[in-house]
């Protein structure tokens, strides 16, 4: 007997969002296309339009998926046994580099200077982290090298010109025989992590050339972060204290140098991006800077470092907010759209909100990068760390939230927000927790006091704009009136400072929508921490539109 064909037709599939994909992440964001005209960087809003059609095309998306689908493999020899530390990815890892490398985002703001440069390329590694976070590793950190290389005239000379390149080379031989370069870091060991101080790998002097002073270094780094880059700066103790090397990874006569990658490491997020573990048997490295200075030296590129943990995970909230508003916009429940119900809105807003608030201030510290005043040089040592620790903190829970905006299909490893959601924590831990990002605060009060009168003024200059940020500005004062608890209470007094400039830049910046939701639901009491918790009288539907793709 024959089935009725109607009898097969289970279903039509309807009330499903679309495929958010092939729009273009800078013209559909109004807040980071303002503040990129706002922070200097008019200039690159053509280049912008162009980075933002490649980023949200589905093409480029789908090499974020298959970047973490397929994880970095690690391979110790070649087929007839020499040493090889290969790490090999998926084509779709290295079509994310060299579009970012080509496109400048490691190397621009060095190789051309200019008025904005910093926040053009802040806003490039915004859309791009958008993609996929994981590649960003190395990506940062060849950028964050720069101004610890330059310490070093002849190694500056060496390898300088590869990263500025603008090529993309992952080739795994020595730089003479390479088209461009990647640098990592390799700072952690097993007994001190954040304390590096508590290292105890070695170096001893064996020469000299061209790029200085030679060093053999012996020990074990526990976080070898990219060990597919190129050269990593690391921290060894010579005769007069903690030093500062760049370790190559292959010899200029064409030797493996003896940095021995053992494993890479197995995490919760960030699959795409290989870390490891190594040994160093005498591996050679340069002397950066003064000997016994490596530290200060090595600092200059973890302050960099952590400033892009501030732009990713900006990036990172903004992708998520992305998604919930997207989905909710074509979902409807109860009898209408989720994004036309008041408690939708109440949670989508707030995200907005939360998500324009990291992006302004992480704009804002790269305005200061691209000055040569000490001020702003004050405000971007203090900034960086005041923003490091509250953005990257706020990261998770609004994945989170994000994510049950979404359902059950937001859980679904077929969808970014589980990547989204596992990748949040990252920025948070890497380059300094947060209390190391708190302490770092205090230590930046302590030895520069000019440096709170600098993020003072900064944060005063919104000052009678709105009654509850004024309140709360005037008890700021009051966070250092007992100066034996500053330790113990360093988070609390780092989440004030941050939640004052972020008021103070959304203040100045055009949205009074998002202005004013902010002050209301974050500033002084009854402020709740949990999204969704926006008080009465707030416009949520105009921030949801200002912020929806």
């Known amino acids: 007997?024959?089935?009725?064909?109607?009898?097969?037709?289970?279903?039509?599939?309807?009330?499903?969002?679309?495929?958010?994909?092939?729009?273009?992440?800078?013209?559909?964001?109004?807040?980071?296309q303002e503040a990129v005209a706002r922070e200097g960087a008019g200039w690159a809003d053509e280049a912008l339009q162009r980075y933002g059609a490649l980023t949200g095309s589905r093409e480029m998306i789908e090499w974020g998926h298959l970047a973490n689908r397929h994880k970095p493999e690690f391979n110790t020899h070649d087929r007839y046994g020499h040493r090889i530390d290969q790490v090999d990815f998926h084509p779709s890892y290295h079509q994310l580099m060299e579009r970012a490398i080509r496109e400048g985002i490691p190397s621009a703001p060095w190789s051309d200077p200019k008025p904005g440069a910093n926040v053009a390329r802040a806003a490039l590694n915004y859309l791009q982290s958008q993609v996929e976070a994981g590649h960003g590793c190395p990506l940062t950190m060849t950028f964050a090298a720069v101004p610890?290389?330059?310490?070093?005239?002849?190694?500056?000379?060496?390898?300088?010109?590869?990263?500025?390149?603008?090529?993309?080379?992952?080739?795994?031989?020595?730089?003479?025989?390479?088209?461009?370069?990647?640098?990592?870091?390799?700072m952690t060991e097993k007994q001190g992590g954040s304390d590096v101080r508590a290292n105890t790998t070695r170096a001893y002097p064996i020469g000299e050339d061209e790029q200085g002073q030679r060093f053999a270094l012996v020990g074990h780094k526990y976080f070898v972060s990219a060990p597919m880059s190129d050269a990593f700066l690391m921290l060894a103790y010579t005769d007069k204290g903690l030093s500062c090397f760049l370790v190559p990874r292959w010899l200029e006569d064409g030797r493996k140098n003896p940095l021995q990658i053992l494993r890479l490491k197995e995490k919760s997020g960030n699959a795409s991006n290989a870390s490891s573990e190594a040994e160093l048997r005498g591996a050679?490295?340069?002397?950066?800077?003064?000997?016994?200075?490596?530290?200060?030296?090595?600092?200059?590129?973890?302050?960099?470092?952590?400033?892009?943990?501030?732009?990713?995970?900006?990036?990172?909230?903004?992708?998520?907010?992305?998604?919930?508003l997207h989905h909710?916009?074509?979902?409807?429940?109860?009898?209408?759209?989720?994004?036309?119900?008041?408690?939708?809105?109440?949670?989508?807003?707030?995200?907005?909100?939360?998500?324009?608030?990291?992006?302004?201030?992480?704009?804002?510290?790269?305005?200061?990068?691209?000055?040569?005043?000490?001020?702003?040089?004050?405000?971007?040592?203090?900034g960086t760390a005041v923003g490091k620790y509250w953005i990257c903190?706020?990261?998770?829970?609004?994945?989170?939230?994000?994510?049950?905006?979404?359902?059950?299909?937001?859980?679904?490893?077929?969808?970014?927000?589980?990547?989204?959601?596992?990748?949040?924590?990252?920025?948070?831990?890497?380059?300094?927790?947060?209390?190391?990002?708190?302490?770092?605060?205090?230590?930046?009060?302590?030895?520069?006091?000019?440096?709170?009168?600098?993020?003072?003024?900064e944060i005063l200059q919104a000052r009678g704009m709105h009654e509850r940020f004024d309140r709360f500005v005037t008890s700021l004062d009051a966070l250092f009136t007992h100066p034996a608890e500053f330790e113990y209470r360093a988070r609390h007094i780092a989440g004030q400072l941050a939640l004052a400039t972020q008021a103070s830049l959304l203040l100045r910046s055009g949205s009074e929508q998002v202005a004013n939701a902010f002050c209301l639901s974050r500033l002084g009491e009854g402020a709740g921490w949990l999204y969704g918790n926006l008080p009465s009288g707030i416009d949520c539907q105009g921030i949801i539109e200002r912020a929806r793709p």
Not at 295 to 320: H, K, Y
């Open 1 to 32: 007997m024959n089935r009725p064909d109607y009898l097969a037709e289970t279903h039509e599939v309807i009330n499903t969002p679309p495929p958010l994909e092939n729009y273009n992440l800078y013209l559909q964001d109004m807040a980071l």
């Open 148 to 186: 610890t290389l330059r310490k070093q005239p002849g190694v500056a000379a060496r390898w300088l010109p590869l990263i500025h390149s603008c090529r993309y080379d992952p080739s795994n031989q020595p730089i003479g025989l390479k088209q461009g370069a990647t640098i990592g870091m390799a």
């Open 284 to 324: 050679e490295g340069w002397l950066i800077g003064e000997e016994g200075r490596g530290v200060a030296n090595i600092l200059e590129m973890v302050a960099l470092t952590r400033f892009d943990c501030m732009v990713g995970s900006a990036a990172g909230m903004r992708q998520a907010s992305v998604q919930a």
């Open 328 to 382: 909710c916009h074509h979902r409807s429940a109860f009898g209408n759209l989720l994004d036309r119900q008041p408690l939708m809105q109440n949670v989508l807003a707030d995200l907005a909100i939360e998500s324009e608030a990291a992006l302004v201030m992480a704009m804002r510290m790269a305005r200061a990068l691209d000055s040569d005043d000490e001020q702003e040089a004050m405000l971007i040592r203090l």
């Open 393 to 457: 903190k706020r990261t998770p829970g609004h994945a989170y939230e994000a994510m049950e905006c979404i359902g059950g299909s937001g859980v679904m490893e077929t969808t970014i927000m589980p990547r989204l959601y596992r990748e949040a924590p990252v920025n948070a831990i890497w380059e300094g927790s947060g209390n190391v990002q708190a302490l770092d605060m205090l230590r930046t009060l302590q030895k520069e006091p000019a440096a709170l009168e600098v993020l003072r003024a």
